[in-house]
């Protein structure tokens, strides 16, 4: 039986903690290039001003990290303690792109953090620029390996399932590590924290300027985060659509959904600019659509298919069919272990095994689902398609607006005249939220879009929980939210208290006394 | 290509690897933590005892993070057992890991005392907490936990928070933690300049006998008074990881009948001796060499734990035949050969930089520093 308190419970869980955790990872990945850009600019020109740039965005850096360190270790903890059938499942697969992230770039990350805040001092400059670049890498790095893992979960390459382990298990390691959805999402993802990052520096620069404040400094800064945000911006866009690209090839009913195609078209599809999409009647209202446009971009060809939802629907219950085999082999096997005909017909269909779990997850027992049970579980690989379709909308307008706002900061920069226009200063400011509220629903398209599923076609996210009682996930639910609430207090009170103390407030730059690097109050 | 039987011994070796790389890195960490009102006085004091290990302790975290990474890789059947059965141990140890961070990089930001004195209590708390639970786990380890599984390889557990808190494993909880608040002491004494370090010094006299004292305790009651576990009928050494497939018996004591029992002993003889050393090293000003004898205890006192519960992973008192073993409870051959050639290249350099960070910051931090400069962390 599976108990959907728990399950909903777990699931709120690790959706509240994983999109905190996104709130400064991202902030950390792009961050870090600026850091490294500027002590360049710093080593190879020798000017005091870009250290000590380098040195108050640092500030900000370490209060964000850890905040970042804090929050990440409860995701990797969670696994274990809330998704423990899920660990055991796919833990062959999904467990080595973890472990390998920690030994080849999170150590790495952490280990030299420290020589940042702590080396100004013990090493030469050349080495200290060394030590940042590093950091810089291996946090990119970090991201791949995680992307990895999660890639895998929304294109399940390179494993099958053993029936004498009950788990999935690797049978080639280079088609995980090579899933062309991990190479899209890496890119992508790691662009949109350096847009992040470059926005953050960009908008607290805008109001050292607004208000007079720091002008060469924020000039110089400004500067920086102008190109760097423009290139990401550029990237984050074009590998968003290699992203679409490559799950019109591997996650069809989410490419669907985001759409809210409910019936194939006859290619090209046309792409819905607005509508409002209703699920219970399973159709879009005051769709506006642009025709052609969106099968040039899911099938980058005017003759490719996408297929709509109720098609989808159609599959999944041939699969749940298929899948209802497999699951009636395994029982048999169960009994006698030679049964050579089973273990033959296992084989054959196995690759539906996780439709089968579909009706699991409504807890019907496979073996005696009706026709009605099939049609259900079949309609559940729906997911919430108005969710999708506007989260799908609203971050792709945001970043349309990075590459306009980050080109013209360009221009801006390019002509010296970023404190020409106040409105601009203005709208560099109240711009800074836009790219958490982009990511965030970034992370919403792919992750509630592969809903049913925890490993899209494999395991079914209900079955995937720990056996704990709803009391146990509700109490440490409940503690999470009281103490990441506390962390949030204290975190927006210290960035906010030193963006506003500024480098001037922290006599860091002007110079003082020569070396005034004080990030303390005293 | 090694065989699947070689590649589980050598993952299980590894775990502990990592985790006595945890204890020595972190455990000074944790114990200077939980030990910071004690060793220091004022908030000069404060700042210097921690500037000991501010730079380099996220880094010695990350063998916390790889061990449980590794674990979920090589050993998923132990990863998914332990962390949800041990659910809400888990769950007080999350709330110490993250609440860390701030209590190190956020706790020189604001120079009010309050907010000081609130995350020395706080950085208390995380120093003291993490060492008290998973000494605690591992007590439960020898006494079996109560879970089953399924024919599909579900877990149930029964049993509650309270449940864990009996008294051999509050033994080897006491015992974690005093280990870590001699090694935080015996780094203390490396790093830092009188009147701290001498104050760790004079405490290593206090510390060292009491962790003596625990671990004998605790090495006496599992000799005597801890029934242990054997396997009877296993599916072989090289077989498809499901714990079902074998039959286990109880026996008469961990120590006098595990296979690896008089390995255990000897590892802890080796830890004792080490730790006698400690205070005596520290006594003649041998501050490096005193660190080093507690490192050796840590590390001798981790792997006889280890040693003296092979080849199992965690019992089963439920289900006895539901216990994990270094034989049914690994990944695949060939999870566990990848993961061998990726710690094969890695280890090797994490040690290096890890090293080369270290001679970086070498030195004592002084008083002197603390009050005229102040680091951007």
């Not at chain 1, 679409?244 to 006859?266: F, N, S, V």
């Not at chain 1, 049970?373 to 799908?392: C, E, G, K, M, Y």
């Not at chain 2, 104050?199 to 599992?222: D, E, Q, S």
Request: charged residues 15%; proline residues 4%; glycine residues 8%.
């Amino acid at each position: 039986m599976i108990d959907h308190a728990v399950v909903d419970l777990s699931r709120l869980q690790f959706a509240l903690t994983a999109m905190y955790h996104f709130l400064f990872v991202p902030l950390t990945l792009g961050l870090v290039f600026m850091l490294a850009i500027m002590e360049s600019v710093y080593v190879m020109t020798g000017r005091e001003i870009w250290k000590r740039m380098t040195q108050f965005w640092g500030v900000l850096f370490g209060i964000n990290f850890a905040m970042g360190v804090a929050t990440g270790v409860t995701l990797e903890f969670q696994f274990g303690t809330n998704w423990a059938y899920y660990s055991h499942y796919v833990g062959d697969v999904f467990g080595t792109p973890l472990a390998i992230e920690g030994m080849m770039a999170f150590f790495l990350e952490a280990t030299f953090i420290g020589l940042f805040f702590f080396g100004w001092d013990k090493l030469s400059r050349v080495k200290h620029l060394l030590v940042t670049w590093i950091l810089a890498f291996a946090t990119s790095m970090s991201a791949l390996w995680i992307l990895v893992a999660n890639a895998w979960m929304q294109n399940p390459v390179g494993a099958e399932f053993n029936i004498d382990t009950m788990r999935m298990e690797v049978t080639s390691f280079s088609a995980v590590f090579f899933n062309p959805v991990a190479q899209s999402k890496f890119v992508h993802t790691v662009s949109a924290g350096y847009v992040l990052g470059a926005m953050f520096v960009l908008s607290i620069s805008a109001w050292y300027l607004l208000k007079g404040r720091n002008i060469e400094f924020a000039k110089r800064s400004m500067t920086v985060a102008a190109s760097f945000g423009l290139a990401a911006a550029l990237s984050v866009v074009v590998l968003g659509d290699e992203s679409g690209y490559t799950i019109t090839e591997h996650q069809k009913m989410k490419l669907a959904a985001i759409e809210a195609m409910w019936d194939t078209e006859p290619p090209p599809a046309a792409f819905t600019l607005f509508g409002l999409p209703d699920l219970a009647e399973r159709k879009t209202h005051y769709a506006i659509h642009i025709p052609w446009v969106m099968g040039l971009i899911g099938t980058r060809s005017i003759d490719g298919v996408l297929p709509g939802i109720n098609q989808l629907v159609e599959e999944a219950s041939r699969r749940i069919a298929n899948g209802r085999i497999a699951y009636a082999a395994m029982q048999q096997l169960r009994m006698n272990r030679d049964d050579a005909a089973a273990r033959a017909q296992f084989e054959d269909t196995k690759g539906d095994l996780g439709y089968a779990l579909l009706l699991t997850r409504l807890n019907v027992d496979p073996l005696i689902a009706t026709q009605a049970d099939i049609q259900r579980a079949a309609d559940s690989t729906i997911p919430n398609v108005p969710v999708l379709f506007w989260s799908f909308r609203i971050m792709v307008g945001c970043g349309l607006y990075f590459i306009g706002l980050f080109a013209f900061s360009f221009w801006l920069a390019s002509k010296r005249q970023l404190d020409r226009h106040r409105w601009y200063l203005r709208a560099a400011l109240y711009s800074l939220p836009l790219p958490w509220i982009a990511s965030q629903l970034g992370w919403i398209v792919a992750e509630h879009g592969r809903q049913p599923w925890a490993i899209e076609g494999i395991l079914p996210t209900a079955l995937g929980v720990s056996s704990v009682s709803t009391g146990q996930v509700l109490t440490s639910l409940i503690g999470f939210v009281i103490f990441y609430t506390a962390l949030a207090v204290v975190d927006a009170f210290l960035m906010v208290r030193y963006a506003r103390k500024g480098p001037d407030g922290l006599g860091m730059w002007p110079p003082v006394d020569g070396h005034g690097n004080t990030a303390h109050e005293d | 290509m090694l065989d699947y039987e070689t590649l589980r011994l050598i993952w299980w070796l590894l775990i502990g690897v990592l985790l006595a790389g945890f204890a020595v890195t972190d455990g000074f960490d944790l114990g200077i933590a939980a030990l910071v009102r004690v060793l220091a006085r004022d908030d000069d004091e404060r700042r210097a005892l921690l500037e000991t290990i501010e730079p380099t302790w996220e880094g010695n975290q990350v063998w916390l993070i790889l061990g449980a990474g590794a674990v979920f890789a090589a050993w998923p059947l132990l990863y998914a057992a332990a962390f949800s059965g041990f659910y809400f141990a888990m769950f007080i140890a999350l709330l110490a890991f993250i609440l860390r961070p701030g209590g190190f990089s956020f706790r020189n930001k604001v120079r009010d005392p309050r907010w000081r004195n609130a995350w020395d209590w706080v950085l208390t708390f995380t120093g003291v907490v993490p060492p008290l639970i998973f000494g605690i786990a591992i007590g439960n380890l020898f006494l079996g936990v109560p879970f089953r599984y399924d024919d599909n390889l579900r877990m149930t557990y029964e049993g509650g928070l309270l449940d864990l808190l009996t008294p051999f494993p509050l033994l080897v909880g006491v015992l974690a933690l005093g280990m870590l608040l001699m090694h935080g002491c015996a780094w203390a004494a490396v790093k830092s300049e009188d009147p701290i370090a001498a104050r760790a010094a004079g405490l290593l006299r206090w510390f060292v006998p009491t962790y003596i004292v625990l671990y004998l305790a605790a090495g006496a009651w599992l000799a005597m008074a801890v029934p242990g576990y054997a396997i009877s009928g296993a599916a072989g050494l090289d077989a498809a990881s499901n714990p079902l497939h074998k039959q286990v018996v109880a026996t008469g004591s961990w120590l006098a009948d595990g296979p690896l029992g008089h390995v255990a002993s000897m590892m802890a003889g080796v830890a004792i001796l080490a730790a006698v050393l400690v205070p005596l090293l520290a006594h003649r000003r041998r501050h490096v060499g005193a660190f080093l004898a507690s490192a050796t205890a840590v590390v001798g006192t981790i792997f006889s734990f280890g040693f003296a519960l092979f080849p199992f992973l965690m019992p089963s008192a439920l289900d006895p035949r539901s216990s994990l073993t270094v034989w049914d409870a690994s990944s695949s051959k060939l999870t566990l050969g990848l993961m061998l050639i990726a710690a094969v290249v890695f280890i090797p350099l994490i040690l290096a930089y890890t090293t080369w960070v270290y001679r970086v910051l070498r030195g004592r931090v002084s008083l002197q520093h603390i009050k005229q400069s102040h680091s951007m962390y």
